[in-house]
């Protein structure tokens, strides 16, 4: 499966922004599907899950102020992201689980200014 994430762009604090994710195939039957983040120096971070059935994790640095959600029909997941923070400046990855293995996208960059 190929993911192609977009959303990303520069954001002052206190802001919003949407992330999407297009999958190449249909997502109907994916188990899990997810955001990771990876900040300057730091390593990468998962932030939200959702599963098959719309079952949702979030991270406790994202929790109230992130929500991840699925369109079937247009095999997409979004991470609505708000209240930004300068902390939440990183690229952010998309991904999915499969028996087949680990699918990620190509990033897209966030950045926050105060």
């Known amino acids: 499966v190929q993911l192609q994430a977009s959303g990303g762009g520069l954001v002052q604090a206190g802001g919003s922004l949407r992330l999407s994710c297009a999958a190449s195939?249909?997502?109907?039957?994916?188990?899990?599907m997810g955001w990771y983040r990876q900040a300057p120096g730091k390593e990468r971070e998962p932030l939200a899950t959702i599963s098959n059935i719309g079952s949702t994790y979030y991270a406790n640095s994202v929790e109230g102020r992130f929500t991840i959600s699925r369109e079937i029909a247009k095999n997409t997941i979004h991470l609505q992201m708000n209240s930004l923070e300068r902390e939440d400046t990183a690229v952010y990855y998309c991904?999915?689980?499969?028996?087949?293995?680990?699918?990620w996208g190509q990033g897209t960059q966030v950045t926050v200014s105060s």
């Open positions: 991904c999915v689980w499969k028996p087949s293995g680990t699918y």
């Open positions: 195939e249909s997502i109907s039957s994916i188990h899990i």
